[in-house]
């Protein structure tokens, strides 16, 4: 008697599947195992040069994130363009969670505002976390006879042309928020633009102007000296520490809410897990109170807003300002 395979096709088939087999679980064997991420240093770029409010709102996580991670977080500031440059550099790079991307509302603002903004908000990026954010404000001189923002807009339709405000730049949320008011209530106030916040806090310190819109986290030492005087503010709430200081929607103009954010956003494609492993880091970073107390004297306040909040934000906020730059005829080349 004969043992063995049969010469039958059933047989053949039966003995290649078997070596298959064999060879799958000896290849598997050799193969390492995927590492977990992150294996090497993670880059954060941030969008705008060191020592402004975006890089100052990054600089208060990266440590903690690094610890966290086992793998530093490295800042590279790229600044330049409104922001585009560092948009745009992270769009293009590789989804596997080593490069990050760090920035402000210009995020939302620069698709509409810049003829060659080359990305776009809502296919190039995996949105992370609004880390915090911070309304903006009208100021105005303290030796201003206008005292209140009634006072502005009655001024204002008195002497059409006349009155005039800066802001921080043209494009950025203050002057788009100051531009919605300009639009909503028909007023004809002229914008006078400074380079940078500096120049324009000086001059309306100064009485140089008749309003000032700026963001609440810049002035605050500012208001507190008494030096300008804040008459109305674009968050969906009062701040808390000025509480007399009525918003937009005190004052009867409806869905004009308008911040500057600060928040971390990752190229599309981006595994889910790495996300969610950020996500969970930075929700325990930023429960710390010794972090908040940072972000909050640097005029920020911790909202702390993951993936699905932060996409209903940027699905709001970009036609917003798309409506306000096509209203008020901005367009940079």
Known sequence: MRFGFTSSGIGRRSLIAI????????????????????????????CFPAGGGTDTAMRMVNTQLGEAFGKP???????????????????????????LLGCSSAFVVNPSLYANATYDPFKDFQPIMVLGAAPNVFVVPAQSEIKTFQDLVAKAKANPGKLNYTSSGVGTTPFLAAELVKLRLGLDIIHIPYAGAGPATQAALAGMVDMYAANLGSLGAQIQ????RPIAQTGKERWPDLPDVPTLGDLGLE?????????????????????????????????????????????????AEGPEKFKARIAREVPMYREIIEKAGLKIK
């Not at 070596?19 to 590492?35: F, I, Y």
């Not at 409104?82 to 080593?98: H, M, T």
């Not at 000296?225 to 300008?228: E, F, Q, R, T, W």
């Not at 956003?265 to 889910?272: E, I, L, N, R």
């Open 255 to 303: 869905n004009a809410e308008s911040d500057t954010f600060q928040a971390m956003y990752a190229p599309a494609g981006t595994p889910k897990p790495i996300i969610d492993k950020i996500v969970d880091a930075l929700n325990k970073i930023l429960a710390e109170p010794d972090i908040k107390e940072k972000y909050w004297k640097s005029g920020l306040q911790v909202l």
């Open 19 to 46: 070596a298959g087999a064999a060879l799958a679980t000896s290849l598997l064997m050799q193969t390492p195992a995927r590492a977990e991420w992150p294996e090497r240093p993670i880059t954060l770029v941030v």
């Open 225 to 228: 000296a008494g030096s300008l």
């Open 73 to 99: 977080v490295i800042i590279e500031n790229r600044g330049g363009a409104g922001g585009n440059i560092a948009i745009s550099l992270v769009a293009r790079a590789a989804p596997d969670g080593y490069t």
